[in-house]
């Protein structure tokens, strides 16, 4: 399978599949994300292969057992990164794979759900060369299906281990602005994101909801990556098998020059506020992939956020119609309503206003929990 980065569809393709050996090809792009993530693809076999086993053992000894049983065998990165551009290059290298482990009993699986397209082209391609199926993970079941044989696997979307998908994220027991640090105080909207968490937690009642918050924002942290803290996720809250993000940037913001050692208030403007929330819908989409979305929160007396959403538009490569400056334009949250996940969507409302709820609730149901 190829790995583009974003472990929850790897993790739920491999529970479906359940294979003998699993190879996983990565791009340069996606070394960063490579970290433990064999090992959680061991752990996700084990569950799945034994689940009253695993539930027994003691996590101290998991890696232990894991060793004993054979795992670390059964699941390999490639040697090297493949191109993420060259489809020739993908397909040799998943032949190559495909030729060196092939086993007359076990068929030949090509999962194809995340990575560039030319590496799922690529992994499709060699697939069908030797005679195997593609599997995908749909983006709103996530349940895995194979293009010639319908659903795959004999249980639904496993539960997902938020703590090792959310790496740089703690657990959230309070609100934001009992846990915030001073000068990440200063880069987000502490009571902007409390208020659209708590919304959130009445709109998804009936379900459990957990709040993660970025470790570079809480007290104790260092003090340079707080001045970067608008570009993540704040806060990440998990509601059975989806993440939404919730971004708050200022648009005033206190900035470190590094020349002279000064600290300054400056309005980033709609570009720079653009930017920020971009760049938390991107990595929440590396962590989550489809299963995430990133809600930027905006205040409609901090500046016309049309711009910023005109910039966002053309971050994301998607071709909009234009948003006209006047009264007729459509509302903020239904303009970046899209289904490309690497895309904000943008809520611009009072809090404890109905627009606000109204927005929220919309973004929630969106994600058919």
């Keep these: 399978m190829g790995l583009g980065g974003s472990r929850l569809s790897v993790l739920a393709a491999v529970r479906a599949c359940l294979p003998a050996r699993a190879v996983l090809l990565f791009t340069r792009q996606s070394e960063k994300e490579l970290s433990a993530l064999d090992s959680a693809v061991r752990r996700t076999l084990f569950a799945a292969e034994d689940p009253a086993a695993f539930r027994a053992v003691n996590r101290r000894r998991l890696a232990a057992r894991l060793r004993r049983d054979g795992y670390p065998d059964r699941v390999k990165f490639a040697e090297a990164a493949v191109d993420a551009a060259d489809v020739a290059d993908v397909a040799a290298r998943a032949r190559a794979k495909i030729d060196q482990y092939a086993d007359a009993d076990a068929p030949v699986v090509a999962d194809i ?13 060699a697939a069908h060369e030797r005679g195997g199926c593609i599997t995908y993970v749909s983006p709103l079941t996530r349940e895995v299906y194979c293009r010639t044989h319908g659903p795959v696997g004999r249980h639904g979307p496993a539960a997902v281990e ?17 846990a915030v640090a001073p000068i990440a105080a200063r880069q987000i909207d502490v009571a902007l994101i ?82 920020d929330v971009f ?79 109204a927005a929220l609730a919309a973004h929630l149901s969106a994600l058919r929990l």
């Design 113 to 125: 759900t995340i990575g560039t397209k030319a590496m799922s082209t690529g992994l499709a391609l």
């Design 279 to 357: 760049a938390s819908a991107a990595l929440l989409n590396v962590r989550c992939g489809t299963a995430g979305t990133t809600l930027a929160l905006h205040r409609p007396g901090d500046g016309d956020p049309r711009r910023a959403l005109d910039l966002i538009d053309w971050f994301s490569w998607w071709r909009g119609t234009g948003h006209d400056a006047d009264d007729t334009a459509p509302p903020a949250d239904t303009i970046t309503a899209h289904e490309d996940t690497r895309r904000p969507r943008v809520v611009s409302a009072d809090p404890a206003t109905p627009r606000f709820r």
């Design 194 to 275: 409390d208020a659209a968490a708590d919304q959130i937690r009445a709109l998804a009642a009936g379900h459990d909801v957990a709040a993660w918050v970025d470790d570079t924002v809480t007290a104790g942290a260092p003090p340079l990556p707080q001045y970067s803290a608008p570009q993540r996720p704040t806060v990440v809250l998990t509601v059975a098998d989806r993440a939404l993000g919730l971004s708050a940037p200022r648009r005033t913001r206190l900035r470190y020059f590094t020349s002279g050692g000064a600290h300054l208030e400056q309005d980033v403007g709609a570009g720079g506020w653009a930017h």
């Design 162 to 178: 938020w703590r090792l998908l959310l790496r740089g994220y703690r657990f959230l027991t309070g609100s934001l602005a009992e």
